[in-house]
């Protein structure tokens, strides 16, 4: 994979229209055409709106659509899971639309999200949870070197492995 790639958030707009299942609007709103699988993630971006509403500040952070720089064409979404936290903690999250897997954009994803975390001054530790049987994002992460930390169980996805990263910069 040669392409670079492009992170825009979403923003509450973005979200609504896509909370409200408004694919076109949502795609007016970014200036991306966002593909159908985008609807398939109504309870994400429900969540996500939800979360706005009630912490304003993480609309730059919660919800972004990665997309490839030169034709402008999204191959899935990241961002994190809110601001950093008190002691400088973010989770991050991305996906790659299954059309675009096993091209290197999860590793070119996360490359940029580490990068993105050593150049933000509020950014100390950079965590991923991961489910134990995604062999895919597990191999993906090994590239990095995130330590294991323990686990957790997450009411939406069951067992997760916690890995955290160290911002040096």
Known sequence: MSDAITFVPLKAAGLHALTAGNLAEASRITGYDLPEEYLEHAWLW???SIQLGEEP???DWVAWI???TEDRVVIGRSGFHARPDDDGMVELSYSVLP???RRGYATAILTELVAFARQHPD???LRASISPNNAASLATLSKFPFVHVGDQMDEID???LVYE???DR
């Open 123 to 125: 950014i100390r530790v």
């Open 57 to 59: 500040a993480d609309e």
């Open 165 to 167: 990263l160290e911002v």
């Open 46 to 48: 429900e969540l996500r």
């Open 99 to 101: 059309r675009y897997q």
């Open 66 to 68: 990665v997309a490839r």
């Open 158 to 160: 069951g067992l997760e």
